[in-house]
């Protein structure tokens, strides 16, 4: 299975110990999505071409989504699956 990169605009919360928390993304296509839960984040390899990103595996609109984040280029991503 393919998939391809998708960079996305992300609102995060800067906790006071330093941690990082997604709250909502913005799709490309303009759709505004809520991070409901963010249930796991670790350090795993992507499917697509990224530098061990770290991975949100979050809840959004009522389904689990895992949502990357690139700290050495300071970006955001998602992976879709290409058909």
Do not use: N
Request: hydrophobic letters at 45%.
């Amino acid at each position: 299975m393919q998939y391809r990169k998708v960079c996305v605009e992300v609102a995060a919360r800067f906790l006071r110990d330093g941690g990082l928390r997604p709250v909502a993304l913005l799709w490309e296509d303009g759709r505004r999505y809520e991070v409901e839960r963010v249930r796991f984040i670790e350090r795993a390899p992507a499917h697509v071409s990224a530098v061990l990103p770290i991975r949100y595996t979050c809840t959004v609109a009522g389904r689990e989504k895992e949502l990357w984040f690139e700290p050495e280029e300071l970006r955001w991503f998602v992976e879709v699956k290409v058909p």
